[in-house]
């Protein structure tokens, strides 16, 4: 745990595979992401309000799938320079900043329900 915090760590050029552990949940993270793309491409059919997001997460999900199978077959083959750790650091922190987009996205919704109900109230009385 003390390695994690050095920036020997985060920026060699020649770092150490990762452990079995380690190497184990990024597998699965990266399994998440294509069962996550493979379930949201159904959702993001469906016509409604929330069809913007769905495909949002569809986008971050299929991006992210393919970055992380390119940083996994990169640190599976030791190359020196891609399989630095502040790639996995980078990659965390943008994939953050995606989520915080369609997060703010998301918080729009309430306000358009509510502008498409007083505009089909608006309708309801023109002939």
Do not use: D
């Not at 150490?16 to 597998?27: D, G």
């Not at 992401?33 to 569809?58: C, D, E, M, S």
């Amino acid at each position: 745990m003390k390695n994690l915090l050095t920036l020997s760590y985060w920026f060699t050029t020649r770092p150490e595979s990762l452990i079995t552990n380690a190497q184990n949940i990024f597998n699965a993270y990266v399994a998440f992401l294509f069962l996550a793309a493979i379930a949201i491409l159904i959702f993001k059919r469906r016509p409604g309000i929330y069809k913007g997001v769905w495909q949002r997460l569809y986008f971050f999900s299929v991006a992210n799938t393919l970055i992380g199978l390119i940083l996994l077959f990169v640190n599976y083959e030791s190359v020196p320079f891609f399989s630095a750790r502040f790639w996995l650091l980078l990659w965390g922190v943008s994939s953050l900043v995606w989520l915080l987009f369609i997060i703010k996205h998301l918080r729009k919704i309430p306000g358009l329900k509510k502008k498409i109900e007083a505009e089909q109230e608006f309708k309801k009385y023109l002939p």
